[in-house]
T-cell receptor, first 115, second 111 residues
């Protein structure tokens, strides 16, 4: 199993550009999430999904869109990049235990810089 | 709302013990602990569920006080490999699918 994969690993954008961060998992997990990590801020939840066709907002959803058309894929779209979106982005997936998250598996991260 | 962790940072000598605390202003259904080493992705340590069920690491223990809305992670006889940043995450109630994390506790183990 590849686990959780993310592409690209590094990306530099100019302000106003759009792009999609890709995330895929091969563990048939129901839950998938996107987090951003900034120094001193921990992991902040952007969007999450509890199954194909179902998504919801996390703590910091503004400027990002998601969709989940399949169980495996959960792409994150930046609509119009801003310098404040410079961060490391992690995708994670998890099965369900007792109605909640089981162990989350994180992808290797995407380091994004917006100039 | 993010859970609050304390301390923010701690330095220990190899073999010493550490306690990392996590508290929430909301009632907790589950608490999740992860460790992240510099430049890497977070790695799962433990889940504590309301009602006392635990799943996780053999050498690391944790407690979950539902009434106080707190959890503590206990690292005993620390090893150099324990160095990293520890995050607690919380789910506020059954069926709530928002897993939010605290800002982390940086643990440094020195020989």
């Amino acid at each position: 199993n590849a686990g959780v994969t993310q592409t690209p690993k590094f990306q530099v954008l100019k302000t106003g550009q759009s792009m999609t961060l890709q995330c895929a998992q091969d563990m048939n997990h129901e839950y998938m999430s996107w987090y951003r990590q900034d120094p001193g801020m921990g992991l902040r939840l952007i969007h999450y999904s509890v199954g194909a066709g179902i998504t919801d907002q996390g703590e910091v959803p503004n400027g990002y869109n998601v969709s989940r058309s399949t169980t495996e894929d959960f792409p994150l779209r930046l609509l119009s990049a801003a310098p404040s979106q410079t961060s490391v982005y992690f995708c994670a997936s998890s099965s369900r235990v007792r109605g909640s998250y089981n162990e989350q598996f994180f992808g290797p991260g995407t380091r994004l810089t917006v100039l | 709302q993010q859970p609050v962790q304390s301390p923010q940072a701690v330095i220990l000598r190899e073999g010493e013990d550490a306690v990392i605390n996590c508290s929430s202003s909301k009632a907790l259904y589950s608490v999740h602990w992860y460790r992240q080493k510099h430049g890497e992705a977070p790695v799962f340590l433990m889940i504590l569920l309301k009602g006392g069920e635990q799943k996780g690491h053999e050498k690391i223990s944790a407690s979950f006080n539902e009434k106080k809305q707190q959890s503590s992670l206990y690292l005993t006889a620390s090893q150099l490999s324990y160095s990293g940043t520890y995050f607690c995450g919380s789910i506020s109630n059954f069926g709530n699918e928002k897993l939010t994390f605290g800002t982390g506790t940086r643990l440094t183990i020195i020989p």
